[in-house]
C-alpha cells in the first residue's frame, strides 16, 4: 500500500534490527506485539544503550545490511519537520495513520513527511479505572506513553502526534513539560468541523455532532471535551443503543459475521441521524473498518485519523517552508 521503493528500519530497543518493506510490515506486526521502530525514507539502523542515546549504524537499502557502530547521536533525525508518533493500541491502526500520512504528504510528487514511530501495546482495555489498583495502572501508562514522548524529542522529532483514542484521554499528563508542537486528535477534529460552518439541523439548537466508540468513556472523552469548547453539542448514544445495537455489532464482527455487523452499525448511525447530529464521529479502529468504503452512510461519519493526519501534515510542510527561508 505505500510505494515499494519505500525502506523501512525496524528496531526493538537493544535487540537486533529486522529489515524490510512494508509489505512485509503488516504480517511482522501481528506476530511482534512490542515493537519500537524508527522509519526514514532513506533509512538508517540505529540502536540505543541503556541511557537512551543512539548510535547510528550503515546506511542500508533493500534487505539486509552490516552494522557498524559509531559514537552515539544526540538525535536521530535532523529535518526541521520531522514528526515523532506515539503509536497506540493497535499497532495495524499506527500503520493505518502512516499511511495516510506518507500517501497524503507526498501527492504531487512531493517527498513524503519525515517521522520517527515508537509503538507499544501498552494499553489494556477502554474504560477510566475505579479501584486503586487501576489507578496505578493507568499511572504506570501514562508514564510509559511519556517515556515514549521523550524518545521520540531525542530521536529528533519536531511534533508530536498519537494516533489512538484512548492514549488522548491523557494528553495533558503526557504532554506535561513537552516543548514541541503535540497535536491532541479531538482539538483536529473541532477545528476542521468548526471552519466547515456546519449549520444546526434543527432550528434553534447548537450543531449537533455524534460520538460512537467501543469504550464507553475513556475513547469520547477526547473528543467531548473539545468540541463542546467550540460550541457543538456532542450526542452519545443511549444505553439501549450501546448494549442492544453497538457492542453486538462489534460482536458480530469478531465472530465474522460481517453483514451482521454492517447492518447494526448502519442502525447505531441511524439512531444519531435521527437526533439531528450533522457528523457522526467514529471514533474505534475496529468501527472504522465495518462499513465498505462505499457504503453511503459513511458521508455523515468521520474519520479521526483523517483530521489528525491533515493537521500533521500542514504543519510538516510549513516547518519546512520556514527552514527553506532561513
Given at each position: 500500500?505505500?510505494?515499494?521503493?519505500?525502506?523501512?528500519?525496524?528496531?526493538k530497543?537493544n535487540?537486533?534490527?529486522?529489515?524490510?518493506?512494508?509489505?512485509?510490515?503488516?504480517?511482522?506486526?501481528?506476530t511482534?506485539?512490542?515493537?519500537?521502530?524508527?522509519?526514514?525514507?532513506?533509512?538508517?539502523?540505529?540502536?540505543?544503550?541503556?541511557?537512551?542515546?543512539?548510535?547510528?549504524?550503515?546506511?542500508?537499502?533493500?534487505?539486509?545490511?552490516?552494522?557498524?557502530?559509531?559514537?552515539?547521536?544526540?538525535?536521530?533525525?535532523?529535518?526541521?519537520?520531522?514528526?515523532g508518533?506515539?503509536?497506540?493500541?493497535?499497532?495495524?491502526?499506527?500503520?493505518?495513520?502512516?499511511?495516510?500520512?506518507?500517501?497524503?504528504?507526498?501527492?504531487?510528487?512531493?517527498?513524503?513527511?519525515?517521522?520517527?514511530?515508537?509503538?507499544?501495546?501498552?494499553?489494556?482495555?477502554?474504560?477510566?479505572?475505579?479501584?486503586?489498583?487501576?489507578?496505578?495502572?493507568?499511572?504506570?501508562?501514562?508514564?510509559?506513553?511519556?517515556?515514549?514522548?521523550?524518545?521520540?524529542?531525542?530521536?529528533?522529532?519536531?511534533?508530536?502526534?498519537?494516533?489512538?483514542?484512548?492514549?488522548?484521554?491523557?494528553?495533558?499528563?503526557?504532554?506535561?513539560?513537552?516543548?514541541?508542537?503535540?497535536?491532541?486528535?479531538?482539538d483536529?477534529?473541532?477545528?476542521?468541523?468548526?471552519?466547515?460552518?456546519?449549520?444546526?439541523?434543527?432550528?434553534?439548537?447548537?450543531?449537533?455532532?455524534?460520538?460512537?466508540?467501543?469504550?464507553?468513556?475513556?475513547?469520547?472523552?477526547?473528543?467531548?471535551?473539545?468540541?463542546?469548547?467550540?460550541?457543538?453539542?456532542?450526542?452519545?448514544?443511549?444505553?439501549?443503543?450501546?448494549?442492544?445495537?453497538?457492542?453486538?455489532?462489534?460482536?458480530?464482527?469478531?465472530?465474522?459475521?460481517?453483514e451482521?455487523?454492517r447492518?447494526?452499525?448502519?442502525?447505531?448511525?441511524?439512531?444519531?441521524?435521527?437526533?439531528?447530529?450533522?457528523?457522526?464521529?467514529?471514533?474505534?479502529?475496529?468501527?472504522?473498518?465495518?462499513?465498505?468504503?462505499?457504503?453511503?452512510?459513511?458521508?455523515?461519519?468521520?474519520?479521526?485519523?483523517?483530521?489528525?493526519?491533515?493537521?500533521?501534515?500542514?504543519?510538516?510542510?510549513?516547518?519546512?517552508?520556514?527552514?527553506?527561508?532561513?
Open positions: 500500500m505505500f510505494d515499494g521503493g519505500l525502506t523501512m528500519s525496524f528496531h530497543v535487540c537486533p534490527p529486522v529489515v524490510g518493506n512494508l509489505s512485509k510490515i503488516r504480517s511482522q506486526c501481528r511482534r506485539p512490542n515493537p519500537c521502530f524508527a522509519v526514514q525514507m532513506s533509512s538508517t539502523l540505529v540502536q540505543t544503550d541503556e541511557n537512551g542515546d543512539f548510535y547510528e549504524s550503515k546506511k542500508i537499502s533493500g534487505s539486509s545490511s552490516t552494522e557498524l557502530k559509531s559514537q552515539p547521536q544526540n538525535s536521530l533525525l535532523s529535518q526541521a519537520n520531522t514528526v508518533i506515539i503509536g497506540g493500541v493497535s499497532v495495524l491502526s499506527t500503520l493505518i495513520f502512516l499511511e495516510k500520512l506518507v500517501w497524503w504528504s507526498s501527492r504531487n510528487g512531493e517527498e513524503c513527511v519525515p517521522f520517527v514511530v515508537c509503538s507499544e501495546q501498552a494499553l489494556d482495555g477502554g474504560r477510566r479505572p475505579v479501584h486503586s489498583s487501576e489507578v496505578n495502572g493507568e499511572h504506570i501508562i501514562i508514564q510509559n506513553l511519556r517515556q515514549k514522548r521523550i524518545f521520540l524529542e531525542k530521536s529528533g522529532a519536531r511534533c508530536i502526534v498519537m494516533p489512538c483514542h484512548i492514549s488522548n484521554a491523557w494528553h495533558d499528563e503526557i504532554s506535561e513539560s513537552c516543548s514541541l508542537p503535540f497535536f491532541h486528535i479531538g483536529c477534529v473541532a477545528r476542521e468541523l468548526k471552519e466547515a460552518k456546519l449549520k444546526p439541523l434543527d432550528a434553534g439548537s447548537s450543531v449537533r455532532i455524534g460520538v460512537l466508540s467501543t469504550c464507553e468513556t475513556i475513547a469520547v472523552a477526547p473528543y467531548q471535551q473539545k468540541l463542546q469548547n467550540q460550541g457543538f453539542e456532542v450526542v452519545l448514544p443511549d444505553k439501549e443503543t450501546r448494549e442492544h445495537i453497538l457492542m453486538p455489532a462489534v460482536e458480530s464482527w469478531n465472530q465474522r459475521d460481517i451482521g455487523a447492518n447494526l452499525l448502519r442502525i447505531a448511525i441511524q439512531v444519531l441521524l435521527i437526533r439531528a447530529v450533522n457528523i457522526v464521529i467514529l471514533a474505534s479502529d475496529v468501527l472504522q473498518n465495518i462499513l465498505p468504503r462505499e457504503d453511503p452512510l459513511l458521508k455523515k461519519c468521520m474519520d479521526p485519523m483523517d483530521a489528525l493526519a491533515r493537521t500533521t501534515i500542514k504543519w510538516a510542510k510549513s516547518a519546512k517552508k520556514v527552514r527553506r527561508k532561513t
